[in-house]
């Protein structure tokens, strides 16, 4: 059986507080775990059209994201199919152009992979900061479980990264 190429790609402002959890959830990805060949994971910013490369060269995107869907801060959303233009993309901020729009260029190019976005309603996205709310930090972990399910999910693994260096050493 031949596995999919999986991209959790992070998406969002990290100078926006809260819209930046899709970006600060890949760094806790990367800093936590290490995933089989067929798992790429992605800081993809506020890139836009620019990341369709990447999402084109993917046969599953799991998207990590702020996402206004109108439920309370800090509600968690599985989007998939057209739940997906409810994924938050500030028209009026530093987003290039959103990512329904860059999934769209990759279908009218034939690259459109199956997606599924994991998100998060942010409790603060207008104010300049590069910390994410403590709402916001509390569900950081249920928000990577969430994507780690995902990853299994699609046909990906993943285990616990070995810590290096000398606390490694002391810890044997």
């Given at each position: 059986?031949?596995?999919?190429?999986?991209?959790?790609l992070g998406v969002g402002n990290i100078l926006l507080q809260d819209e930046g959890v899709g970006?600060?959830?890949?760094?806790?990805l990367e800093r936590q775990y290490?995933?089989?060949?067929?798992?790429?994971?992605?800081?993809?910013?506020t890139l836009g059209l620019r990341l369709m490369e990447a999402?084109?060269?993917c046969e599953y995107l799991i998207v990590v994201d702020a996402v206004l869907n109108g439920g309370p801060p800090g509600s968690q959303y599985r989007l998939t199919g057209d739940d997906l233009r409810k994924s938050l993309a500030f028209k009026n901020s530093l987003h290039q152009v959103d990512l329904v729009e860059t999934?769209?260029?990759?279908?009218?190019?034939?690259n459109r992979p199956e997606c599924v976005i994991v998100g998060v309603e942010p409790k603060e996205y207008t104010a300049y900061s590069d910390v994410l709310t403590s709402m916001i930090q509390e569900k950081m972990e249920h928000i990577i479980r969430e994507v780690l399910k995902e990853v299994a999910a699609a046909?990906?693994?993943?285990s616990p990264?070995?810590?290096e260096g000398p606390a490694a050493v002391?810890?044997?």
């Open positions: 059986m031949e596995t999919k190429r999986i991209l959790v970006v600060r959830v890949v760094e806790a290490v995933f089989s060949e067929n798992v790429e994971t992605m800081d993809g910013g999402i084109g060269a999934l769209a260029y990759c279908g009218l190019v034939g046909g990906g693994t993943y990264r070995v810590p002391q810890e044997k």
